[in-house]
Each structure stands twice: as C-alpha cells, then as structure tokens.
C-alpha cells in the first residue's frame, strides 16, 4: 500500500540552500522523506503534551 501523500510543512526552497550551503546535492525525493518527519515530529510533540495533561505543545514536547 503507498504511503498517503501529506501536505508539506517544508519550504523545499529554504531546506535545499540550507543543504546546498552544506555542499550537499538534493535528492528528488529527499523533501518527502523531511515532510514525513516533521509530521512524525508534531504527532509524537502532541501526544507527550497529552501525556502530560496539556493541550499545549511546548518546545520541550519536541526533544526526543
């Protein structure tokens, strides 16, 4: 079954001169691979802020 395609979080253009500063070339599909996660990243902030009591997502919800 194919992964269901998600609306990007990432502005490709930022993420790709930040990698092209780094001396890296870009991959076709490399943005898909940072979309999925960036959304994995926001599912696992909120279900910790949950977790914890909270429907707040702090920045700590992010450190894994």
Known sequence: MAAKKQDPLVIASKAKAVLKKANCNVAGDA??????????????????????????????????
């Open 31 to 64: 943005f898909d691979g940072l979309n999925a996660y960036v959304y994995w990243l926001l599912e696992s902030a909120a279900k910790r802020a949950k977790a914890n009591g909270r429907k707040t997502v702090r920045a700590h919800d992010f450190i894994i």
